[in-house]
C-alpha cells in the first residue's frame, strides 16, 4: 500500500522540498502550515491528487481522519528575524506543538523525525559539534526561544520514544539553503544575494569571522528521508562539514553575481555563534549520506531562482 506523509510547516522553505521529495516518491503527502511564516508560494506549484494542504496551527488539536505512516515535524519559525518577532509562538510550537504531533503519532502508530537544530549547541565551545556535545546556551538571552523551544521538544521526542514507545527521530540541522527562502529572514545566503542582486551594502555582522557551514537543500531533504527510514533514534547532525567564515561566503556570492555592492560590518548581534561546524560521522556511518553539492553550485542556483523573482520582491 502506498504510504502516507505528515508534513508540519510543510509550506516553508524545507518542508515545501520534502513535500515534493515525498510526491516524486509516490507518496501521500498531508501538509499542515498556519502560514505564520510560510507560504502558499512554495507549494502553490503542486497539482498532484496525492496532496492535501490543511491550514491549521499545530498548538491547537490535530484532527487527521487519514491513515499516517511518518510525520515530519518542521512547524516552527527558524530565521532569527522570524523567532525574534514571535517568541511566545516559537517556544509554543517547539512545546504544545511538538506534544500534538507526538500524541497523533502515538495514536496512528507512525514514525515521527523532529527537525531540531544546530542552535541545540548554542555559541559551542567544541568544534566541530558531535552530537554528545550539550552545547553552551543562554536560556533568557534573545536567541533562548528558539534554542530552549528546540531543546524542550528533543526531550519530549525522547521521552515519548522511551516511555510510549513511539518511533522517533531526531535531525540536528546546520545552516541550510537554496530556492525558496525568505530575502528579509535574517539568514546569511539569502541576505547577501538580495543585497548583491541591488548593488546595495552587503552587510556582515561582527568581523566577519565567525564561521558557518552551509548545506544545500536538496542534500538536507534526502539525508531527513533516509533518517527516519533508519533505525537509530538518538539525534543526528545534519549539515556539510565544510565550514566557511561570513566574509568568505559574503564574497562569494558578490563574486557570483558580478555584483558592485561594497561589504560593509555591522555589530554583533546578542549570543550570535562564533563556530558553527557539524561532526557527520554518525550520518555517514548510519545513513550513508554524505551532502554532495558544491557550494558555487548551490549559491548558483539559489542566485538564480532570486533573479526570477526580482519584481515580486522588489529589487532594483
Known amino acids: 500500500m502506498r504510504k502516507t506523509a505528515l508534513i ?123 552530537e554528545e556535545y550539550w552545547g553552551h546556551v543562554n536560556p533568557i538571552g534573545p536567541r533562548g526561544v528558539y534554542d530552549e523551544a528546540k531543546r524542550f521538544a528533543e526531550a519530549i521526542t525522547m521521552a515519548y520514544h522511551n516511555q510510549q514507545g513511539v518511533s522517533t527521530y531526531i535531525a540536528r540541522i546546520f545552516n541550510t539553503y537554496g530556492p525558496r ?13 538580495c543585497q548583491a542582486l541591488a548593488n546595495k551594502d552587503i552587510t556582515v555582522f561582527g568581523d566577519g569571522i565567525q564561521t558557518r557551514s552551509f548545506c544545500y537543500i536538496s542534500d538536507t531533504v534526502e539525508a531527513l528521508f533516509k533518517l ?26 558578490k563574486q557570483l553575481t558580478g555584483s558592485k555592492s561594497k561589504i560593509v560590518f555591522h555589530d554583533m548581534p546578542v549570543d550570535d555563534p562564533k563556530v558553527r561546524r557539524p561532526d557527520i560521522s554518525k550520518a555517514k556511518e548510519i545513513l550513508g549520506w554524505k551532502p554532495l553539492t558544491e557550494i558555487d553550485e548551490g549559491v548558483n542556483n539559489t542566485i538564480e531562482w532570486f533573479k526570477e523573482r526580482i519584481a515580486d520582491i522588489g529589487i532594483g
Open 8 to 130: 508540519t510547516g510543510g509550506a516553508g522553505f524545507i518542508g515545501s522540498h520534502l513535500c515534493d521529495y515525498l510526491l516524486d516518491r509516490d507518496f501521500k503527502v498531508i501538509c499542515i502550515d498556519n502560514l505564520i511564516t510560510g507560504s502558499l508560494k512554495n507549494i502553490s506549484h503542486i497539482s498532484s491528487g496525492d496532496f492535501i494542504f490543511l491550514n491549521h496551527d499545530i498548538t491547537c488539536h490535530i484532527e487527521i481522519k487519514h491513515k499516517i505512516d511518518c510525520i515530519f515535524h518542521l512547524a516552527s519559525p527558524a530565521s532569527p528575524i522570524d523567532y525574534l518577532r514571535l517568541p511566545i509562538q516559537t517556544l509554543k510550537v517547539g512545546s504544545i506543538g511538538t506534544h500534538n504531533v507526538l500524541g497523533l503519532a502515538k495514536i496512528k502508530r507512525a514514525k515521527v523525525l523532529l527537525a531540531s537544530t544546530s542552535e541545540i549547541y548554542g555559541d559551542p565551545q567544541v568544534n566541530p559539534q558531535h
Open 181 to 193: 527562502m525568505k530575502e528579509k529572514d535574517g539568514r546569511a545566503i539569502p541576505s547577501f544575494i
Open 228 to 253: 527516519i527510514g533508519s533505525d537509530y533514534h538518538l539525534p543526528v547532525n545534519i549539515g556539510n562539514p565544510v565550514e566557511m567564515t561570513i566574509i568568505e561566503i559574503a564574497e562569494r556570492i
